[in-house]
């Protein structure tokens, strides 16, 4: 069996899941949609938080997830893969775009902002790994994304996180960091001052 057929075959059953229980379809189209939007806010409440490891993280964080999309972009512009409800008949929960369907980028920003955070925090980073899959399943259960789009943005998004946490921390490039963070610091400064 070629893997195209099988992720089909993965696609049918998860997509289907929206006939089998109706009643879950309002949560995973809100899930498909709208919950990337607690990835900004939990970012931005570690910012604000202004520990100095927080706004490293951060803005290790930021980077990984937009060159984790940039990365996206291109693949999507050099491989174009037609999403299920263009190229099938479908459960479609959502509205949608017919952009490129592979690699996701809910997926691979998911995943960028979420292995960033577990690099720094193990516990806090689990669960916003277990946020970005559930980001990931439910783009599928919506009928958006074949779960081979979710896998390979997930992919590009970790190991984008993993390469950029290590650049970051490595001395020739740590300033790079830092000098972004004194940077905001000095405007806040100056902006906030009493």
Do not use: C
Not at 31 to 51: E, I, K, P, Q
Not at 75 to 93: E, K, N
Not at 149 to 171: F, K, S, T, Y
């Amino acid at each position: 069996m070629h893997l195209s057929q099988l992720d089909y075959q993965w696609f049918q059953t998860i997509n289907q899941l929206a006939e089998r229980f109706p009643a879950m379809n309002p949560l995973m189209a809100f899930f498909a949609v709208n919950l990337d939007y607690l990835f900004y806010l939990g970012v931005a409440v570690y910012w604000m938080v202004r520990s100095p490891d927080n706004r490293r993280m951060v803005v290790n964080t930021l980077i990984s997830a937009a060159v984790a999309l940039g990365t996206n972009s291109i693949i999507g512009a050099i491989y174009h893969r037609d999403r299920p409800f263009v190229a099938h008949q479908v459960i479609q929960l959502v509205n949608h775009e017919t952009s490129a369907s592979f690699p996701s980028n809910h997926a691979a920003a998911a995943f960028a902002v979420a292995v960033s955070i577990w690099l720094w925090r193990r516990k806090g980073g689990t669960v916003w790994i277990v946020l970005a899959a559930l980001i990931g399943f439910s783009r599928i259960w919506s009928g958006i994304h074949y779960p081979i789009d979710i896998v390979g943005g997930a992919i590009i998004g970790g190991l984008i996180a993993v390469v950029i946490g290590r650049l970051m921390r490595w001395q020739r490039l740590k300033w790079l960091s830092e000098a972004l963070i004194r940077n905001y610091e000095l405007i806040e400064h100056k902006v906030w001052k009493p």
